[in-house]
DNA sequence: TAATTTGGTTTATAAAATAAACTAATTTAT
DNA sequence: ATAAATTAGTTTATTTTATAAACCAAATTA
């Protein structure tokens, strides 16, 4: 009847981090943190879970003398949020009759 | 950009809930149970977090001599659904080329 | 050189989800 | 008749989670 949902992208701050990968690939830090609205504390304990599960990777560089972190979604952090986005629709019924 | 989502909804044993009576506007709390797979303890807090809410109502009648605890969607409650499906599609990309 | 900004991390707190334990009545079995 | 089991839930306790507040370090600006 109703397909389990992932806990780790069953978040609302989770899912727009996700949300933005899926379509950019890889974003800046701040840049995520701009276009979520979270703080930057919550985006850190956040992102630090998706890279935990193998959903996104970080990269830490410089960008000039400044630190730069880096996040790139997976092919496991794809699937996982097609699989999600399937799962979703056992409780929204999108596109029925 | 990103729309927020109503954390009434945004969890998935409620998100299951509002679905089934979403579909059939009333529905028996065994029945509910059973389809959503969802132990009683839980399913009663949920339920009376939708119904402190507003977003269903709850009646308490008999079958017989059973107690029988009826939950009906309100108005409010279908409005705030739909809301969260327009909201979700923000953070999904449905339907975009 | 002092204050501010940038780019975060760590820690603490508040809220939420969930299950376990419990209550009460009914039905079934002995 | 009475003991055991089932139905129908509620209440309470525990664990997770989300979130913000506090903090740190380096770089920039005044």
Redesign the interface.
Known sequence: ??Q??DPLL?S?LR??IM?LL??DLEAEFPYIKE???ATAGNLSVQVDKLAAAGYIEVVKTFKGKRPCTICRITLKGQQAFEAY?EA?KS????GKP
């Open positions: 009847m109703f389990p949902l069953h609302e899912l727009a949300s899926i379509s276009q979520t609205g986005v979703l409780y929204l019924q999108i």
